[in-house]
């Protein structure tokens, strides 16, 4: 799907998704995202049908499409599965290569620079390259690609998080003290580093959760 108009109108509206200029349990009109994409309204209708089966929109009868909107309860539940899944996925893990430490090292700095910048967008999408290069070496595909979807669909909640400055420095400092541990193959350090990595988040949001999440605009 990728490279076709269904692919790069799934790829817009998730990027719309992660700089908040769709919120959760916001609706979804066809011909205005159409219009917005400057797209028919086919792509659109396809690339909606694809997000739903990620989970990361859902669709009711003669209602139409909304953003996910997840509860605390569904936000914690979707991170015990992911770190469940990612402990797997890191005990599976062979040393990694120089090569892809430097490569860790790399995505790291940009992160922090676009965490100096304060844009989240991109923080975003370098940090899902990050961890997914790491995920993706462990050879597990099915295991990881279920990661993936469950990264997608609480990928608007991580946004929300980068908006606080000490958790961007967070992030920016757990890579570092990540990679180390896995430069030096200390495999139950990098499970704990990630766990307080990965936690964070829905502890952070949880309250809000509770009583509506409000989005930063």
């Known amino acids: 799907m990728a490279g076709t108009s269904v692919g790069r109108a799934v790829e817009q509206i998730r990027q719309m998704m992660r700089s908040q200029e769709l919120l959760p349990g916001q609706p979804l009109r066809q011909e205005a995202l159409a219009e917005r994409l400057g797209v028919s309204r086919v792509p659109v209708r396809e690339a909606l049908k694809a997000l739903e089966a990620e989970g990361v929109v859902r669709h009711q009868p003669n209602v139409g499409y909304t953003v996910t909107r997840l509860s605390s309860e569904e936000l914690r539940q979707a991170y015990l599965m992911r770190g469940a899944l990612e402990a ?3 005990r599976e893990l062979p040393r990694l290569s120089a090569a892809q430490i430097v490569e860790l090292g790399e995505l790291n700095d940009q992160i922090a620079q676009a965490a100096d910048e304060v844009d989240v967008l991109r923080m975003t999408e370098l940090n899902h390259d990050f961890h997914f290069v790491i995920f993706r070496a462990s050879g597990l595909r099915l ?30 400092r757990e890579h570092r003290q990540l990679i180390n541990a896995l430069r030096r193959g200390h495999t139950e350090k990098a499970i704990a ?10 502890a952070q949001l ?8 409000q989005l930063p605009g």
């Open 88 to 90: 797997v996925v890191l």
């Open 143 to 172: 295991v990881v690609d279920e990661i993936e979807r469950i990264w997608k669909m609480t990928e608007a909640y991580r946004s929300v998080y980068l908006y606080d400055e000490a958790a961007r420095r967070r992030i920016v």
């Open 193 to 202: 580093i990630m766990d307080s990595h990965r936690d964070a988040t829905p």
């Open 206 to 213: 949880a309250p809000t959760l509770g009583s509506g999440l």
